[in-house]
């Protein structure tokens, strides 16, 4: 139940292309949705969050997607850039919990080509 | 804002050696602290939750007698690797939390036990 599973494994979009990455959540109690981009050798940097009380929320080229009833949230990104080939990761905690321990996917390796 | 600093960023030792890597949040206060660890091309396993103050509450698997955290500060978190042997090289990685419920990571730090 404390799982989140992330889709695809590994993605290859071309220049100027839309990426999606797709993340799927078992417990229901997560109330918190962060997404992160990792380049090789150093550490995840936070992109953009969403909470389940909105389906939708926008950072530039960067959109997330929330499902609540289907407990699935989505990393769109937009006008993909070489730049943006990295490793990116979805996660997922309980707010107020005590911890807020992030609940990681496996990550996406994304690949923009020129 | 929000920066979380690592040092060092990398550091070989000996096998027998104790490592102690620090953690700091440079322009926020973290109550509570994360140590992860990462494999090549894998994702986030945390290790440890740090709470200032009081004792690190370690993931089921993880030696707490092996891998000592000590929260002494609001901003500042280390983790000491004692007694180091070649299957302890990784990649380690801590995160702070903020009021905000946002967990901002390091650069990471990597170990290499020779």
């Known amino acids: 139940q404390q799982q989140v599973k992330q889709s695809p494994q590994s993605l290859i979009v071309q220049k100027g292309g839309i990426s999606i990455i797709n993340c799927a959540y078992e417990n229901t109690a997560f109330d918190y949705f962060p997404w992160y981009q990792q380049f090789p050798g150093k550490g995840p940097a936070l992109l953009i969050a969403i909470r389940p009380d909105v389906s939708e929320k926008k950072e530039g080229r960067f959109t997330i997607s929330f499902n609540k009833s289907a407990k699935q949230f989505s990393l769109h990104i937009m006008d993909s850039q070489p730049g943006d080939s990295a490793t990116y990761f979805c996660a997922a905690s309980i707010r107020g919990s005590g911890s807020e321990k992030l609940v990681f996917g496996k990550g996406t390796k994304l690949t923009v080509n020129p | 804002g929000a920066v979380v600093s690592q040092h060092p960023s990398w550091v070989i030792c000996k096998s027998g050696t104790s490592v102690k890597i620090e953690c700091r949040s440079l322009d926020f206060q973290a109550t509570t602290m994360f140590w992860y660890r990462q494999f090549p091309k894998q994702s986030l396993m945390l290790m440890a939750t740090s709470n200032e103050g009081s004792k690190a509450t370690y993931e089921q698997g993880v030696e707490k007698d092996k891998f000592l955290i000590n929260h002494a500060s609001l901003t500042l978190s280390t983790l000491t690797v004692t007694s180091a042997h070649p299957e302890d090289s990784s990649f380690y990685i801590c995160?702070?939390?903020?009021?905000?419920?946002?967990?901002?990571f390091g650069p990471g730090t990597r170990l290499t036990v020779t």
């Open positions: 995160s702070a939390r903020a009021q905000s419920y946002e967990q901002y």
